[in-house]
Every structure is written in structure tokens, then in C-alpha cells.
């Protein structure tokens, strides 16, 4: 019996722990997008709390739909346009992200919003859902749509 031990932990030893194939492996191709996309997630919301429209405009793709869970559709021209005309963020936090390569240069992220908006003195919380659609244009990750509804009551 010992000496079966000892021949299994010599085993384990040479080939099992020291072989590369227990070792972490490097990120993917996907997992490197997924990330990417979430960085930019992250800026967006650095955005949208700074009311930075220069920062938005590079964030977002030109052909961007935004539809809220009110209903309404925004471009990005329209989205912009509500900083520009007072819109502001006091809190912006997202939780619960999942990544989904679709295609090397599309990822589709869904996840959690907490949320408090709205023009001055007139401010609003909101938790919600979201599925948005980001693509690499040019190297660069832009989103191109964007849902969020607010979850049933539980």
C-alpha cells in the first residue's frame, strides 16, 4: 500500500502539477474582446457621469440605436444632444456583465444598471436590464445598440 502511495505522488509530480497543461492558459482571441468591450462599457458610464459628449462621441458608433426602457430611441446625435440640453448623471454603476463574442469584431454585453439621472432638481433612480451591442470600427470599440428595461417587481 505505501508503496503504491508513493509511486502515484511520483506520478503526480513529474507529469501531473509540473506539466503545462495544468497551467493557467493564456487569454483567447475572445477573451481579450470581451475585455476590451468592457473597458469601454467602463468609459461610457466615466462619460455619462462627466457629461463628457467629446468622450461620447468616440464611444459611440455613428448609427448608434438607444432605446430606453420608456420607449423612447435615441441616436447618438440624440443622445448628445440630452447632455447638451441638461441631462445629467449622479450615479452610474453596472453589475452582474456578461460578455458574448458574436463575431471577432461584434460582443454583445448584458448586465445590471443602477442609475440615478435627469435634469437638475429633477433627478430620478432607476435599476434596470441591459443587452447592448458593441463593434470594432477602425480598432476601436463603439456601441451600436443599447436596450434597457426595468425588471418586473419581485
Not at 513529474?14 to 470581451?34: K, R, V
Request: charged letters at 15%; proline letters at 4%.
Amino acid at each position: 500500500m505505501k508503496m503504491t502511495h508513493l509511486f502515484c505522488f511520483a506520478v503526480i509530480s513529474m507529469f501531473g502539477f509540473a506539466s503545462p497543461a495544468f497551467a493557467a492558459s493564456a487569454p483567447t482571441a475572445e477573451d481579450e474582446a470581451i475585455a476590451a468591450v468592457l473597458t469601454a462599457e467602463q468609459a461610457r458610464g466615466a462619460a455619462l457621469l462627466a457629461a463628457d459628449t467629446n468622450a461620447m462621441k468616440t464611444l459611440l458608433a455613428d448609427d448608434l440605436r438607444y432605446i430606453h426602457s420608456t420607449g423612447l430611441v435615441e441616436t447618438k446625435t440624440t443622445h448628445i444632444g440630452s447632455f447638451v440640453n441638461g441631462l445629467r448623471y449622479e450615479r452610474f454603476v453596472t453589475s452582474n456583465l456578461v460578455g458574448h463574442v458574436i463575431t471577432p469584431d461584434v460582443v454583445v454585453i448584458t448586465g445590471s444598471i443602477d442609475q440615478r439621472k435627469g435634469p437638475a432638481g429633477r433627478m430620478a433612480d432607476n435599476k434596470m436590464i441591459f443587452t447592448a451591442v458593441w463593434r470594432k470600427t477602425a480598432g476601436a470599440w463603439k456601441l451600436a445598440a443599447m436596450q434597457t428595461v426595468i425588471p418586473p417587481a419581485s
